[in-house]
C-alpha cells in the first residue's frame, strides 16, 4: 500500500483519538488525491471510515466513562436525519460542487482550530434542547453533504450549547461521528450502487485498521499532550489542503 495512504491513515486516527475530530478532513484529500478516488465514492468511503474509526476510539472512551448519553439522544440522532438529508442532497449536485464545499469547510475549521482555546470560552447558560437539535440537524446535514465528521463542530457544540466538560464533548463527539458516518454511507452506498460504483474495500479496510490503531494510541495521550498545541498544527495542515483543494476544484470546474 502506498505509503502517504498508511500514514494519512494513521493520522486519521491520531486526530480523532487527540482532539475528537479532524478525521474526514484528512480522509477526503487522502481519497482523492493519493488513492485517485471519484467525488462521490471518496465522499462515501470517507464516511465509512471514519465513521469506523470513531466507532473504536468511542469503544475506548467508554471505559472512561466521559460518554454522556443524553446529548448521544438530543444531538446524535437528530445530527443522523440531518446526515441522511445531506446525502439525500448531494444525488443533485456534481461531485465537484461537493469538493469545493469541502475546501471551504476545511479553512473555516482551522480558522477555529486557530482561535483561543475552547476552555477559555463560556457556556451559554440560557442554552436549551431545540438549540441542541438544532446544532446537531446542521452538522448532520454538512457531514452527510460533503462527508466529514464534523466534530470540529460538535465537540464546541457539546461544550457551549450542551455544557459538557472538553473531556466529556471529545469522548460524545466519538458516538455521534459515528452514528452520522453510518447513516450517511448508508444512503451513498444506495447510490452508488444504483450507478454501479464499486466500494475499493481493500482500501477503506486497510485505512480502518491502521486507523483504529492509531485512534487508540490517540486516546491514551490525549491527556499527556497539549491539546491546542496540536490543533494549530493540524490546522496549519488544513489550511495548505484546503487552498490546495479550493484551487485545483475551481480549475477542474472551469476546464468542465
Known sequence: MNFLVVL??????????????GGSIITMPLLLYVVGETEKLAIAESLLIVGSIALVGSLIQAKSKLINLRYILWFGLPSMMGTYLGAWAAQFVKG???????????LLSSRMMLKSPIANAQPKPSSSILSVILAGVTVGTLAGFVGVGGGFLIVPALFLLARLSLQ????????????????GFAKYAYLLNQAQIAINWPVVTSMIVIGSIGVIVGSKLSRRLPQQTIKRMFAAMLICLGIFMFFHTVYALYLS
Do not use: D, R
Open 96 to 106: 465537484e460542487i461537493q469538493v469545493l464545499t469541502f475546501s471551504v469547510v476545511m
Open 168 to 183: 466529556q464533548a471529545t469522548a460524545t463527539s466519538l458516538v455521534i461521528i459515528a452514528l452520522q458516518s453510518f447513516t
Open 8 to 21: 494519512g491513515a494513521a493520522i486519521i486516527g491520531l486526530s480523532l483519538g487527540l482532539l475528537g475530530s
